[in-house]
C-alpha cells in the first residue's frame, strides 16, 4: 500500500506519541494486575495442593481405617442417630466449603489471568508493530 500512496501521509502523526504512551501506560498495568493474579493463583495452588495431599493420606491408610467387619454379622454395633451425625457433619462440611471456596477461587484467577496475559500479549504486538496509526 505504501507504494501507491507513496509520501502523500505521513508516517506518524501527533497522535501517534500519544497512543503510544497511553498503550505502554495500559501495558504496564496489565503486568501488575497479572503479577498480583499470578500470586493469588499460587496460594491457592498450595491450600489445593495440600488439601490433595491430605486426601491422598488419607486414602492411602492402613486397612484397619477402612476395616467395616463391625458393621456387619451378629455382633454388628447400632449407626449412631442422625441427629448425632450431623452434628458430627457441621467441621466436615465448613472444611469442604472452605476448600470449594479456594478451587473457585483458582479457577477463577486463572480466566482472568488467561484474559489478562491476552491483552498485554496484543498491546506488546502492538508497540512492537511501530504502534502506528496504519499498525496492527
Known sequence: ???VIGDAAPEQDEHTARV???LEQRLLQLDAAARQ???ECRENAK???AAEAELIKQMEGSDAHWDVSNLFGPGATPLATAAAADDNDAPRRDQEDYYLAKFRAY???AGRLA???CKAGVARARLGAG???GGV
Do not use: K, P, Q
Request: net charge negative; with cysteine; glycine share 10%.
Open 20 to 22: 503510544t504512551a497511553e
Open 131 to 133: 504502534g502506528g496509526a
Open 107 to 109: 479457577v477463577s484467577c
Open 37 to 39: 493474579l499470578r500470586a
Open 47 to 49: 491450600t489445593l495442593d
Open 1 to 3: 500500500m505504501r507504494e
Open 115 to 117: 484474559r489478562l496475559e
